[in-house]
């Protein structure tokens, strides 16, 4: 077995990305946790650029970036492919992977405590607009997100995000994803967290909470 270590945060959604692909393809690896305010010179040198997690290190070689590491992890280990073997079917789970990665700059601003009623508002707005082109556009008459009824990287991408959000909804004490408004993708949700793998690797929610919690006080402080 090849030297494999990921770096990452326990409590963010773009690492659960990765340990979830890695446990689906039953990979073998260290974890080492990183702190988000004092991070180890290990990481500065594997990710200098964007010095963030998650970071993967195979055979002493880095690679960056949540989605780029599934992706790269599917290549090099082929059980249990992500990706459909169909051409056509491939370009649209990559459409829905960067479409889910085009989500998170609308839902970070909920992390944040925002006083303004008004723009509470639109922020949930904008986050619901996403979700709307998801319930509408990509799940269509399928169990998970994208082809199947198995885990695929179109759920890695998207159920991620949605595990953020939902944490997010409690954390603030918001609505957002309303089952109503978005019944397919609460049901395709539902799937997706009920699923074995995931529900064996998606953090305690009270834990998470607290955590998140901690950490946003520190971002604060050091503002």
Not at 118 to 147: G, M, P, S, T, Y
């Amino acid at each position: 077995m090849a030297e494999l270590k990921l770096h990452g945060f326990w409590y963010s959604p773009l690492t659960l990305r990765v340990i979830l692909t890695l446990k689906l393809k039953g990979i073998t690896y260290e974890y080492i946790e990183e702190d988000r305010f004092n991070k180890s010179p290990q990481l500065l040198e594997y990710n200098p650029v964007y010095k963030l997690t998650p970071v993967l290190v195979h055979h002493g070689k880095s690679i960056c970036e949540s989605m780029i590491i599934v992706q790269y992890i599917d290549e090099v280990w082929p059980q249990n492919p992500l990706v459909p073997h169909d051409s056509y079917d491939r370009t649209q789970a990559r459409f829905w992977v960067e479409y889910a990665d085009q989500m998170i700059p609308a839902v970070k601003p909920l992390f944040h405590i925002i006083s303004d009623d008004e723009v509470r508002e639109k922020a949930i707005e904008r986050v619901q607009e996403h979700l709307k082109v998801i319930d509408n556009q990509c799940l269509i008459d399928q169990k998970f997100f994208n082809n199947g009824d198995h885990i695929n990287i179109v759920d890695i991408a998207l159920g991620s995000v949605i595990q953020f959000l939902v944490t997010i909804e409690d954390l603030n004490q918001l609505k957002v994803m309303e089952a109503h408004k978005f019944p397919h993708l609460y049901s395709r949700f539902s799937n997706f967290k009920d699923s074995p793998i995931v529900k064996e690797n998606i953090p305690n929610s009270e834990k998470l909470i607290a955590c998140i919690k901690l950490v946003r006080e520190k971002m604060y402080a050091h503002s």
